[in-house]
């Protein structure tokens, strides 16, 4: 390696030898003080078949600037990566001499300690959370349609080193958006499992600032940091930042916020991985829109989707039969109240010291959620089990309003086939 600042800094390399299926990659570890040297005149310079070429550079990029945080960051990233290929003996290795020279040759001055998240100046507060997705602890049921765009991104993600040596760039980005409730947020924890990476999620109320310039400086704090590191940033409540700039009833400085905004996004390395959420794209920038390689609409779940959600939430808890049955009742629910029921029906039954949920607790559940007039005691019963049957006449069968209302069969024939009232 080349000094080429002129500096006369000392440089140290340790080579270690990693053999490929069909190539030798020779990783260098630096260690320099005070000298800067030409990672990224190297990028454009390294033969293109050189494999994991972007977590090398950003190991001696870190080196170079005595950042441990991007050094033991990226490192893990790379031998996690090796080990997926099944070269579990250099990953090892790799970690162990990560794990053996965290201290030696940093200058204190100059470390960023991982647990340390950026903060707003005034109140101190840290801009973002972050949460490591356990694997299967996040799991989301998609429609047909959003579930192939996320499947393809995750795909590009995955595949960023290949495409990469091809000459065909990717942009990482995803904006999900949809009304609330319908899968959003675990989505973006859904895709931050399957990529094995933490998840910083944006916290909208330190991002904000009341002084004047401090929303930018906190944003650019920000994406800084998510760049730094291997990570997927999540900006929830996404509008809050990035809201249309002719909206005459917002002031200069929120219209700057987005111009920062976007020019935090257009400095992101395509190696960054950045998921927006909105309930409101309405209110979005359209220059905001366009910064987003994929976009998601998750909408109210189909009665396909129902289904595999309540058998997903209820498992052993509810027959098929009882499943198809309220997933038609449940037309217009969102993702959020289908679990919300079936998690109280479950509770229920366990309190009952039963292995099934009552159908008549589970239909009530269903019914005060999609029509809560049908459970308006107030109302003759009559008009309430027509207004119910409108509903889902093939599901709600007079057996199961008799359930569901809690009163004999005989009675729901009788009011049902004449008329009658209370």
Not at 39 to 61: N, R
């Given at each position: 390696?080349?000094?080429?600042?002129?500096?006369?800094?000392?440089?140290?390399?340790?080579?270690?030898?990693?053999?490929?299926?069909?190539?030798?990659?020779?990783?260098?570890?630096?260690?320099?003080?005070?000298?800067?040297?030409?990672?990224?005149?190297?990028?454009?310079?390294?033969?293109?078949?050189?494999?994991?070429?972007?977590?090398?550079?950003?190991?001696?990029?870190?080196?170079?600037?005595?950042?441990?945080?991007?050094?033991?960051?990226?490192?893990?990233?790379?031998?996690?990566?090796?080990?997926?290929?099944?070269?579990?003996?250099?990953?090892?290795?790799?970690?162990?001499?990560?794990a053996s020279a965290r201290t030696r040759d940093l200058s204190p001055a100059r470390l960023s300690p991982a647990d340390r998240l950026p903060v707003d100046s005034e109140s101190r507060l840290a801009l973002a959370d972050e949460a490591v997705i356990a694997p299967g602890e996040a799991e989301v049921v998609l429609g047909a349609e959003p579930d192939s765009i996320v499947q393809e991104f995750l795909r590009f993600v995955q595949s960023a080193d290949k495409l990469t040596r091809h000459g065909v760039g990717i942009a990482p980005s995803m904006l999900i958006y949809g009304p609330p409730g319908c899968g959003k947020t675990e989505l973006g924890r859904f895709v931050a499992q399957q990529l094995g990476l933490p998840l910083l999620i944006g916290r909208t109320d330190s991002l904000i600032s009341s002084f004047l310039g401090s929303t930018a400086k906190n944003l650019r704090a920000l994406f800084e940091h998510a760049s730094s590191r291997p990570c997927v940033l999540f900006l929830d409540e996404f509008d809050a930042v990035a809201k249309v700039r002719d909206d005459q009833h917002e002031v200069g400085e929120l219209k700057r916020v987005v111009v920062s905004l976007l020019q935090n996004i257009d400095a992101l390395d395509n190696k960054t991985i950045l998921l927006a959420a909105t309930n409101h794209e309405h209110l979005l920038d359209l220059a905001v829109w366009r910064r987003f390689a994929f976009k998601v609409h998750l909408e109210r779940p189909d009665a396909s989707t129902r289904a595999r959600l309540l058998s997903r939430f209820l498992g052993a808890f509810a027959s098929d039969e009882l499943v198809d049955a309220m997933a038609q009742v449940a037309e217009g629910l969102t993702g959020a109240e289908i679990r919300q029921v079936c998690e109280g029906a479950k509770r229920a039954a366990i309190l009952a010291d039963s292995d099934q949920v009552n159908q008549g607790d589970a239909l009530r559940r269903v019914l005060r959620l999609r029509s809560p007039s049908t459970m308006d005691s107030h109302k003759p019963l009559s008009e309430r089990l027509k207004q119910a049957r409108a509903l889902a006449p093939d599901a709600l069968t007079y057996r199961r309003l008799a359930e569901a209302f809690d009163v004999s069969l005989g009675h729901v024939s009788n009011l049902l086939r004449d008329g009658g009232s209370h």
């Open positions: 390696m080349v000094d080429k600042t002129g500096i006369g800094g000392r440089c140290v390399a340790e080579r270690g030898q990693y053999f490929g299926r069909h190539r030798h990659l020779f990783i260098n570890t630096l260690i320099c003080s005070r000298s800067s040297c030409y990672v990224h005149e190297m990028a454009d310079s390294v033969h293109p078949a050189l494999p994991h070429l972007f977590e090398i550079l950003k190991i001696i990029e870190g080196g170079v600037n005595l950042d441990r945080t991007r050094v033991r960051a990226f490192s893990e990233q790379l031998a996690t990566k090796l080990e997926a290929e099944g070269d579990s003996r250099t990953a090892d290795r790799l970690r162990r001499v990560i």
